[in-house]
């Protein structure tokens, strides 16, 4: 079987992930390039005889490297040489993309323009004689529609033809004048023209050349080569393209005297990010609480009692039942809410809004050295830290990606609110003030962190871009399905192998030595007396509250549950037996309330995730308040709030940023939150005089 190395290259927001989604389907990855934190997107096609490998390239306008993205797709281009460069334009901004066009002409790669969104242009009055751009430039010109897929599957015969019969595009000539100087550095026949320009715009050696170029033309060779590319650009979209008069203001104009307005399209996206907030969690809340019942309720009893027939031993049991099935039961309680948030921000981005987020924000960002696109997905944290530092992906530069990934797990996220309404409502008479406090606290923290790193590790200057809005659309649900499922499993495998084997190291510490019964004779109860006295100038001098902090690295709303299993260990329980009939009755109605509570959720005008409940037993609530005080619990929660004790954000941050970012992230949350800690355990004991 042949392969086909290909390689889809246009601007930003053309349309070639939705190609890409379209030609490969499920067989579509994500990661991010070697040795850089540009996202990647690759897939494979078999057609006839052969293996199509579809490598999208970053979104660019020119191949002159400058950014990281624009580094990656000329390394591309020049090093690795593709079989075939798919071109993708944007029809209805066609005159912009041949500028591309142009660049990419110049290595003399065989290539097919696609013209994406040729209906849309349409109906903006713009008409491309296809044919006539073909026989200009040499090439194959083909018409699709990537929110649709129509003539997507015609890509792939031409592309298996063109690399057969090795179809080049015509040569591309300059004027006289750029021709007969690139001339002058040909040292082999066989050169291209991009080569041709690279060197004398590079080599030492014809310096003097463009020292006299410089002279005789008065300007820079660079700047003349830009010049002629515009113009070559420029002519061939009059050649091509006709546009009609029109009768009526588009769409877009009209959407964006609202969504844009200086005044008003502020306040209409914070909004909109509202209720992304609101959507994603509320629908998703009911179904992460039932998936984790389910694994862990009906799931696991099930392995427990076929290990129990089979003659396992009761601990051998437990660590099928509570670590590995409790863990995989862990990974995927995040499924859910990944998977609405993703399809909320494919939706806003494949509509058009998300881009004009980043250029709306982008002034107020630029005040605290980011770009506007940061925004998004600190917002997203408010959330769930794991999508969010995911989300940076779409950032254009590694410090811009750095600087918001430190950020984002200061925004405190709802598994911080279940452990915060606990203790605000046990000890404080106001504890919505308290819990709006400490998160107006976490985003202080969040930009001191950044301010902090932008003086020492990341103080180059802020890369400035031009922001392209595309029109607004409407994305077909087909592929928004298929880009959250690749977001999905890409977090099952890469996030899920660490958190899954995390898990049962816990565990192991929590039920080691075998046979122990009470959480203090346990390995994870030697730790935590261990470490008290590192807690004892926040006041918790208790070891119970320390060893909770042990098992919650897997989540922070498990120290709940930690402290209900190590406070009332002496407390005999009794279990319930397991009836399977039964069992999966419950776990069928329980999947029916779950999607009828996700679908009331949504109607509720207040997000489930800001209301203060009472959480745990009177019991547990009881022990808990006479074993600490009011200071003692401002500062459990504070250090909770800033130490990054979840696993999930620590696994994503490990992929994204790399194992040194994370190491030192963890340490360094660890002892800010230590350091906020005490000083709110000193500032509450003067005020409560304990």
Partial sequence: MKIIKVALAGNPNVGKTSLLN??????????????????????????????????????????EPISEDEWVAYNYVTQEKPDLILNIIETPNMERD???????????????????????????????????????????????????GEGVRALLPNIVEVFNLKEKPKPLRYSKELEDLLEKVRERENETKAELIRKLLSLEEFRELRESIKRIMGKEFQDIVKDERYAKAHGLYREVAERKPLTARDITDSLDKAL?????????????????????????APFMEWVEGFVNGFIAPIISEGLSLLGVS???????????????????TFVPLIAVIYFLLALMEFSGYLPRVAFLMDRFMHRLGLHGKSLVPLLLGFGCNVP?????????????????????????CPARLVVFSFFAVLFFKNPAVVIFSL?????????????????????????????????????????????????VRDFLYRAGTLIFAASVFIWLLLNLPPGVKNPSESI????????????????????????????????????????????TAEVEKEEEPFVFSEALKE????????????????????????????????????????????????AFMVFLLLYTSCLGTVAVMWREAGKGFALAFLTYSLLLGWLFGFFAYRIGSVIWNT
Avoid: C
């Fill in 524 to 567: 994870a109860g030697q730790i935590g007396k261990a470490i008290s006295p590192i807690f004892k100038p926040l006041g918790l001098e208790d070891w119970r509250i320390s060893t909770s902090l042990i098992p919650a690295f897997l989540a922070r709303e498990i120290v709940l549950s930690s402290m209900g299993t190590i406070y």
């Fill in 22 to 63: 379209h030609l490969a389907g499920t067989n579509l990855k994500v990661g991010n390039w070697p040795g850089v934190t540009v996202e990647k997107r690759e897939g494979k096609v078999r057609f006839w005889d052969y293996e199509i490998n579809l490598v999208d390239l970053p979104g660019i306008y020119t191949l």
């Fill in 314 to 332: 009761d601990w051998v049991q437990r660590l099928f039942a509570e670590a590995l099935i409790g863990g995989v039961g862990f990974v995927l």
């Fill in 587 to 634: 776990q069928a109605i329980g999947f029916g309330n779950a999607l009828k509570e996700a679908v009331v959720n949504v109607f509720k005008p207040v997000p489930t995730a800001f209301e203060v409940e009472e959480e745990g037993s009177d019991s547990l609530r009881s022990l808990i308040a006479q074993s600490i005080s009011p200071a003692s619990a401002l």
């Fill in 98 to 148: 041949l500028l591309l066009t142009i660049e990419l002409l110049e290595h003399e790669i065989p290539l097919i323009i696609v013209l994406n969104m040729t209906d849309e242009a349409r109906k903006l009055g713009v008409e491309v004689n296809d044919r006539w751009l073909s026989e200009l430039l040499g090439v194959r010109v083909l018409r699709t529609n990537g929110r649709t």
């Fill in 260 to 284: 844009l307005h200086p005044i008003f399209g502020i306040p209409i996206f914070f909004l909109l990010m509202f209720l992304l907030f609101k959507f994603s969690f509320d629908f998703s």
């Fill in 388 to 412: 969010a530092i995911v989300a940076t992906r779409a950032l254009e530069t590694k410090r811009d990606k750095f600087l918001v990934i430190a950020m984002i797990p200061f925004m405190s």
């Fill in 439 to 487: 998160y107006l606290l976490g985003i202080f923290v969040a930009f001191l962190t950044a301010f902090l790193l932008r003086k020492t590790l990341y103080g180059g200057a802020l890369y400035h871009f031009v922001m392209e809005l595309p029109p607004y659309r409407l994305p077909t649900l087909r592929l928004l399905f298929r880009v959250v499922w690749v977001y």
